[in-house]
């Protein structure tokens, strides 16, 4: 089973300032990488597929990159709604559905 | 607008059954795939089942003759019934729209809110 791994698993950022976040993967997954938001209470929301494809409705400041084993999501200018924890997903391979990274919580500096 | 709602959490002992429901609005159960997801506490994300449009289903070995996936296509509503539960599968169930990649393996464009199962004596 490929292991997915994300650093930092915690990053403090003040609002305005960008955010970079890595998921690693223990073997390549082409660009079959998928990003998630979780905010507390609330389910996961789709962000990006295909390593880089923004999800309908996701703004512009959410990017993704990155193929085989490196990936990075970028937020260009944080704002207030976007503190939350950050879960990649790579459906290259089995299991089914994927296997998930452990996540990376995105907090106010 | 899609709109998945899931009832039926809650506490359960060891060994019991619980059935999860997940009413669709806005979108056709039938016509999509679907899956259950599951997020024990302070943990990460566990793909658990899924239901092909045609029928067709599959599970995690962890849930594998435990689970059983359907739906109802007449209420719109997609279904987890839980057997033999263990300590192990307490989590908050999501169900999610699925869609399958050329490689074959999923992820999951609309989620519920969830709906938690807490296995416990």
């Known amino acids: 089973e490929i292991v997915m791994t994300q650093s930092p698993a915690t990053l403090s950022v003040s609002p305005g300032e960008r955010a970079t976040l890595s998921c690693r993967a223990s073997?390549?997954?082409?660009?079959?990488l998928a990003w998630y938001q979780q905010k507390p209470g609330q389910a996961p929301r789709l962000l990006i597929y295909g390593a880089s494809t923004r999800a309908t409705g996701i703004p512009a400041r959410f990017s993704g990159s990155g193929s085989g084993t490196e990936f990075t999501l970028t937020i260009s200018s944080l704002q207030s709604e976007d503190f939350a924890v950050y879960y990649c997903q790579q459906y290259n391979n089995w299991p089914l559905g994927g296997t998930f990274g452990g996540g990376t919580k995105v907090e106010i500096k | 607008e899609v709109q998945l709602v899931e009832t039926g959490g809650g506490l359960i002992q060891p060994g019991g059954s619980l059935r999860l429901s997940c009413a669709a609005s806005?979108?056709?159960?039938?016509?999509?795939?679907m899956s259950w997801v599951r997020q024990a506490p302070g943990k990460g994300l566990e793909w658990v089942s899924v239901i092909y449009s045609g029928g067709s289903t599959y599970y995690a070995d962890s849930v594998k003759g435990r689970f059983t996936i359907s739906r109802d296509n007449s209420k719109n509503t997609l279904y987890l019934q839980m057997n033999s539960l263990r300590a192990e599968d307490t989590a908050v169930y999501y169900c999610?729209?699925?869609?399958?990649?050329?490689?074959?393996?999923?992820?999951?464009?609309?989620w519920g809110q969830g709906t938690l199962v807490t296995v416990s004596s």
């Open positions: 806005g979108f056709t159960v039938s016509s999509n795939y």
């Open positions: 073997q390549s997954v082409s660009s079959n």
């Open positions: 999610a729209s699925t869609v399958i990649a050329v490689a074959g393996a999923y992820y999951f464009d609309y």
